[in-house]
C-alpha cells in the first residue's frame, strides 16, 4: 500500500499561485526570490523526495508544466521523473506527451484510493491545488510536505480553501530548509 503525499511550495501566508510567474498574477514569480543557498537545499530535498516516489499524481495543468519542463533534461532528477509512472488528472487531455503517463477521468476520487492501495511507495502530488484541494477534502492525503518561502503575499490563491470540516494534523517533521526555507511535514489524524 502506498501513500499519497502533497509536496508544495507555499508562501508564509499559504499562497501557491503563479510560482514562476507565467500567469500574471502581481506577485507572481516568488518562486525565484529564493537565494542560491536555499536553492541548492531545496533541489537537493526534491531530488530525495521524487527518488522516493513509486509515482506522480498531477493536476492537468501542473502536468502540462512539468511535462514542458522536465520532459527533454538531462541528469539524475530529470531520469528519475521521466522514469516514474505519472498519473494525471484531466479532462481536456487527450495525447500525453511525457512517457509513463496515464490520465485518470470518470471517477477520479475512486481511482486515486484505488491507486493509493495498489501503490508500491509514496504516490506525490506536486503543485495541483485544486487537486490536492479535493484530495483533502476526501481524506485521500496522508501526508503534507510544505516547503514555506519567508514571505507574505497578502493575496492570492491559497492551498487551503474552504472545507466541509475540520482536517486536523498532526506535525512530524520542521527543519530549517537553506538560509530561510522551512519544511514542516504533517499527517492527518483520521480518528480525532
Do not use: C
Amino acid at each position: 500500500m502506498g501513500k499519497i503525499v502533497t509536496s508544495e511550495n507555499v508562501s508564509l501566508d499559504g499562497v501557491v499561485q503563479d510560482p514562476t510567474g507565467e500567469e500574471g498574477f502581481k506577485f507572481g514569480g516568488w518562486f525565484g526570490r529564493m537565494s542560491d543557498a536555499d536553492r541548492g537545499a531545496w533541489g537537493a530535498l526534491e531530488f530525495q523526495e521524487a527518488l522516493a516516489a513509486g509515482a506522480l499524481l498531477l493536476g492537468g495543468r501542473s502536468y502540462q508544466y512539468f511535462a514542458t519542463g522536465w520532459a527533454s533534461r538531462d541528469g539524475e532528477w530529470a531520469d528519475r521523473l521521466r522514469s516514474l509512472p505519472k498519473y494525471v488528472v484531466s479532462s481536456t487531455l487527450a495525447d500525453p506527451s511525457w512517457v509513463n503517463t496515464t490520465i485518470l477521468t470518470g471517477d477520479v476520487l475512486a481511482q486515486v484510493a484505488k491507486l493509493r492501495e495498489t501503490a508500491d511507495g509514496d504516490v506525490v502530488v506536486y503543485a495541483s491545488g485544486q487537486l490536492v484541494q479535493a484530495l483533502l477534502e476526501h481524506d485521500l492525503v496522508d501526508e503534507l510536505r510544505l516547503v514555506v518561502h519567508p514571505f507574505v503575499l497578502g493575496s492570492g490563491e491559497r492551498l487551503f480553501r474552504e472545507t466541509s470540516d475540520m482536517k486536523p494534523v498532526r506535525l512530524v517533521d520542521a527543519r530549517t530548509i537553506g538560509e530561510g526555507l522551512s519544511l514542516l511535514v504533517y499527517r492527518p489524524i483520521r480518528d480525532a
